[in-house]
């Protein structure tokens, strides 16, 4: 015990002072250094001290004292520093209330705050208006604007140090969240005792990833502030859906992550970062190892809300495989304790519940005397009485529920919990809140079990629900059970989404222990003994069996496609329900045709049940195009010009006849690309690379450049333009463009330097096609390779890398069709394709969106941007796809937007339905903007029929999928000339990061340098699915829209997506979604 009471001899000093007051004295220090620099704009400390005392001035005119609790909603801002700033000065204390959870639970934290008003910002007043008692406060740009208001004065008397600063609100047994109460002087300890050890400096810029549901966004405010550094604070959106970057942008040198969330960055993203806190988490060496060496600080940060954010820090590892523990007490004593008894102190070395004593405990849950004795335990006998020469004291301590034990070393290692608490994906759940939530919501079921699980074949643990429903299934036997969509809609209004459980599992009663409890260790051995295949099986439903050899052959064609055993499929499926999007299906297209069967993308999209669409196949049989191997090109180009064409070219760029493969016209996307990229800003000279590890034969690697320039000619073309049109000039013999490049900063900065400095110095008529490689001592190797994206699309690039590395590796690849047949067979559907356009675009006006986006004066420099907001994945029948419901929104919101009931608009489609073999392996630029047509007959219609519109335009394609917008207004309209698209949708759900390994061992992941000058041709309306939630984007530029407004155009379109998504499902009309 002796060890014990070493560690526990002295309670760490109490800092007896006032956040506010520090933070004064780094602005009397350094007024004009950065404070905040946030997704909506930059404040000094000057100016944040500033704001702050004008807003505290307003605060105490309205007769805020101290004891308030001032509750805050606002989006991730500035504005949210500023209101925290002025509570903290009034004396108050505040609750930062996260928008994104129900408004039940928000209604609930507010009640319990006994609040007098809140503080919102300008897009959260209607919510605030709901929850508050009174009219809510607005906080924003009026601060700035009114010089009159009064200012609160810099010595206002502060309330005693022991007072509320803030409450942070967590998951409660009961199903009522509970409030934790942190003092000044508990804030004021934390800070002072543990900044040192975090590494927080003047230079630092500190990255605020956390949403407003935890308490270290406090955290990161007042440790920043305290030290003089910079608080990042990025959007909602760029928090979640484009971290590195928005990292990288804003130049961040320390963040707070999770291990879930650490696990999506790679460190080479982040180049500028020198500390990582991981936190939330037990972290294995899986999490630590690809940070180790990367940054200089590396933590494992460890503490419960109650005791102001962080009870022990591992900071000081001298090895990855130390990180895993807590560490030690940093501003506290961590005690181990029987779990059974709080009043028996264990040895060195015994698991046992932690126990925390220090400056850093909180005050309690605010209003609830009984949950705060329960927790907060006063004088456990073993502290009054002392022992090993150390004398006893009194004091708090607070019981954490968490079972951890001293290792030799003196650092502290996590077990487990001890109760009904638990995380997932770093997001801590009360197992109770959400039995209690879900008995309220079935209530045909006598009880409800919550627990974690990990099902058989998963890496992470998911939330499982248990119930005990009468005279279903034994305990061994226990099944899925069904949930209603009512059910389902009701649970999603009282929990976060993290706290619905993705499996219930039903059964006539629950296992019980031999004592008579309730045996949880026995649920979760129910729910692991599950697998990932089997709990498809169960939710997909009995399937039938095929009856031919043909709907068997399908079925296989299915599996490939979808990466799903076969078994998980029956005849009556559907390819949609399953999982099949536009690409899966372009894969089952390139399936069918590696076994001689030919499927179309409209037969899929039309015929989309296993059963149907195997009839489809045999009844209605279409031939492929032979692959011709001559050249094509100048078959492709008008007789009456080729003689000249040839000679412009041959005094272009000194090429001839004889050193010339073929000339090949132009898609509309090439020529876009082209004319308004490469030809004049260099926009779209794109750039991928690969790391290829350290044991590369540079011979080889050579070689197999070579082989895939032989095999794919068109990333070997120049553009040469010619009487208002390029042409795509592919040469007979090209040297290998290769450069090999030794250096010495690390491989992210190096890969930026050369990639700027090419871009800057890029010229118009050089090969665009280019190999480099660099080479680090320690970090190995890095291929990059440049193209214009007039020479490949997002499906090509994957072809190609796929190409090198097989041929480095000694595997030829299969024969595919080369861009000369794509362009043949574009040709020889013409006339079709025009015929196609003139029955879609018969009688429609063109839809000039140009007039409502007039500037008074159009900026000199086109400057590109990305606005980006996150909503709920819309919940759709699987029969639509998620790129049809995003158009038919599109056109919805076009149509009320310019008050027009016949809407022309462009899709971004891959282009790949042309019935050549191979045509899902193809090089080349096949993406076109398609016209799409959205006519409103009546107001009557209902949501789907539009919906169904457009899905069925799509199918209809068929070999008018490459068409251009640009000819299609040309030869089907009578609109007037140089009408050109303004707007199109795209949804993306190819995947970006191919994994890819040329030497064996070592797997690199294949991405793109971004470059910042690259400008769109219209305004992109994209979205994109990430798990549960979905990104939506407007890509555009300065001279095209101004970027505020197409952010009030991306603010309202979002919440059509949500309306047009439960019209879908409501079977609502057009009228009824009240737009």
């Given at each position: ?51 702050a005392r004008k807003l505290a001035g307003q605060l105490i005119i309205l007769g805020t004292q101290p004891g308030h609790i001032i509750p805050l909603l606002f989006e991730k801002s500035l ?997």
């Amino acid at each position: 015990m002796e060890k014990v009471w070493r560690v526990g001899a002295t309670v760490p000093e109490t800092v007896h002072g006032h956040v506010h007051n520090r933070v004064a004295l780094t602005v009397c220090n350094r007024p004009q250094s950065p404070a905040v620099s946030a997704c909506d704009g930059e404040l000094s400390y000057a100016e944040l001290d500033r704001l702050a005392r004008k807003l505290a001035g307003q605060l105490i005119i309205l007769g805020t004292q101290p004891g308030h609790i001032i509750p805050l909603l606002f989006e991730k801002s500035l504005w949210t520093t500023v209101a925290v700033l002025a509570v903290v000065k009034t004396g108050a204390g505040f609750v930062i209330l996260d928008r994104f959870l129900p408004e039940s639970r928000l209604e609930s934290i507010v009640k319990q705050s006994d609040a007098k008003y809140i503080l919102t910002s300008i897009s959260n007043r209607d919510q605030a208006e709901r929850l508050s008692p009174t009219a809510p406060i607005v906080v924003g740009q009026s601060l700035e604007v009114d010089d009159d208001g009064p200012l609160l004065p810099i010595d206002y008397p502060a309330p005693p140090p022991s007072s509320i600063v803030y409450v942070v609100f967590t998951s409660g047994s009961t199903g009522e969240p509970k409030g934790c109460m942190v003092s000044h002087e508990n804030l004021c300890s934390a800070l002072h005792h543990q900044i040192p050890c975090l590494g927080y400096k003047p230079t630092s810029r500190l990255f605020d990833f956390a949403s407003y549901s935890f308490d270290i966004t406090i955290h990161n405010m007042f440790a920043t502030w305290w030290t003089g550094g910079c608080l990042c604070i990025p959007s909602d959106t760029d928090r979640t859906d484009n971290l590195a970057n928005t990292m990288t942008h804003m130049q961040a040198t320390m963040v707070h992550l999770t291990p879930t969330v650490a696990r999506l960055l790679d460190p080479e993203s982040v180049p500028m970062l020198e500390t990582l806190i991981l936190l939330g988490e037990m972290i294995t060496d899986r999490d630590t190892k690809p940070w180790w060496g990367r940054v200089g600080r590396l933590i494992n940060a460890y503490g419960p809300t109650e005791c102001t954010s962080y009870s022990a820090l591992n900071y000081q590892a001298s090895i990855p495989s130390m990180l895993p523990s807590i560490g030690i007490g940093t501003g506290s004593i961590i005690w181990v304790v029987d779990p059974q008894d709080h009043h028996t102190l264990l040895p060195w070395g015994q698991p046992g519940e932690l126990l925390i004593e220090g400056p850093i405990v909180g005050l309690g849950y605010l209003n609830d005397p009984v949950k705060t004795g329960a927790a907060f335990i006063k004088d456990p006998r073993w502290l009054v009485k002392g022992d090993c020469g150390v004398s006893g004291r009194r004091g708090q301590l607070y019981k954490t529920g968490d079972l951890g034990m001293y290792t030799e070393d003196g650092r502290i290692t996590i077990l487990g919990r001890k109760d009904t608490q638990i995380k997932i994906r770093g997001n801590r759940i009360e197992l109770g809140e959400v039995e209690c939530q879900l008995q309220d919501c079935m209530p045909e079921v006598s009880r409800v079990v919550a627990e974690a699980i990990r099902l058989q074949g998963a890496t992470s643990h998911i939330l499982a629900g248990f119930l005990c429903v009468p005279d279903t299934f034994s305990v061994a036997d226990a099944q899925l059970f069904d949930v209603s969509e009512e059910t389902v809609s009701r649970l999603a209004k009282r929990l976060p989404a993290y706290m619905i459980p993705t499996l219930l599992f039903s059964m006539s009663e629950l296992p019980l222990t031999l004592t008579g409890k309730l045996d949880r260790k026995r649920l979760r051995e129910i729910g692991s003994s599950w697998s990932i295949e089997k709990v498809a099986l169960a939710t997909l439903g009995e399937k039938r069996s095929p009856r031919t050899s043909d709907e068997d052959k399908l079925r296989n064609l299915w599996a490939q496609a979808l990466n799903v055993d076969k078994g998980l499929i029956g005849v009556d499926d559907d390819f949609f329900q399953l999982g099949g999007d536009s690409m899966s299906a372009l894969q089952l297209v390139g399936a069918a045709r590696r076994v001689g069967s030919v499927l179309t993308l409209a037969s899929i999209f039309h015929s989309p049940v296993l059963s149907a669409m195997c009839k489809v196949i045999t009844q209605a049989p279409m031939s492929e195009e032979p692959l011709v191997e001559a050249p094509l090109g100048l078959d492709l180009i008008d007789k009456g010009m080729k003689e000249d064409l040839t000679a412009h070219i041959a005094a272009s760029i000194g090429l001839h006849g004889s050193e010339i493969v073929e000339i090949l016209p132009l898609t509309d996307m090439q020529e876009y690309y082209i004319r308004d990229g490469v030809a004049e800003n260099r926009q779209f000279v794109d750039y991928y690379h690969l790391d290829l590890g350290t044991n590369v034969d540079i011979v080889r690697l050579k070689n197999s450049c070579r082989q895939i320039m032989k095999l794919f000619p068109i990333i070997t073309a120049t553009f040469v333009p010619y009487l208002g049109r390029h042409y795509a000039i592919i040469p007979t013999a090209l040297d290998l463009p290769f450069q090999t490049i030794d250096v010495l900063e690390d491989l992210p900065n190096a890969t930026a330097t050369l990639c700027l400095e090419d871009i800057r110095n890029f010229e118009r008529r050089q090969t665009i096609l280019h190999f480099s490689l660099i080479r680090h001592k320690v970090q190995g190797m890095r291929l990059i390779l440049r193209l214009s994206h007039a020479q490949y699309d997002a499906i090509s690039i994957g072809v190609i890398f796929k190409a090198l590395v097989g041929f480095y590796n000694g595997r030829e690849p299969t024969k595919r069709p080369t861009f000369s047949n794509y362009m043949a067979h574009i040709a020889r559907c013409r006339s079709k394709s025009i015929s196609h356009f003139k029955k879609v675009l018969d009688n429609v006006r063109f839809t000039d969106m140009a007039p409502h986006f007039l500037q008074e004066e159009l900026p000199v420099t086109a400057v590109p941007y990305r606005l980006q907001n996150e909503i709920a994945t819309p919940r759709i029948e699987a029969s639509i796809t998620l790129a049809s419901l995003m158009s038919a929104a599109w056109a919805l919101f076009l149509s009320n937007l310019l008050n027009c009931d016949d809407i022309v608009f462009g899709r971004l489609i891959n282009g790949r339905n042309a019935p050549l073999p191979g045509i899902e392996e193809l090089v080349g630029c096949c993406i076109n903007v398609s016209p799409a047509r959205v006519s409103l007959s009546s107001q009557k219609m209902t949501v789907r029929e539009v919906v169904q519109d457009i899905q069925n335009q799509f199918g209809a394609l068929g070999n008018a999928d490459a068409f251009g917008f640009e000819e299609a207004v040309q030869r089907c309209t009578e609109w007037p000339a140089g009408s050109e698209i303004f707007s199109a949708t795209m949804h993306q759900n190819v995947e970006e990061e191919l994994p890819f390994e040329l030497e064996v061992g070592f797997t690199g992941r294949l991405r793109r340098f971004e470059n910042e000058r690259r400008l769109p041709f219209f305004l992109y309306m994209i979205s994109y699915p990430r798990g549960d939630r979905m990104g939506v984007e407007i890509f555009s530029h300065s001279r095209m829209v101004s970027e505020e407004k197409a952010r009030i155009l991306l603010d309202r379109f979002c919440p059509v997506v949500e309306m047009v998504s439960e019209a879908l499902r409501e079977g609502l009309c057009v009228e009824d979604i009240g737009m």
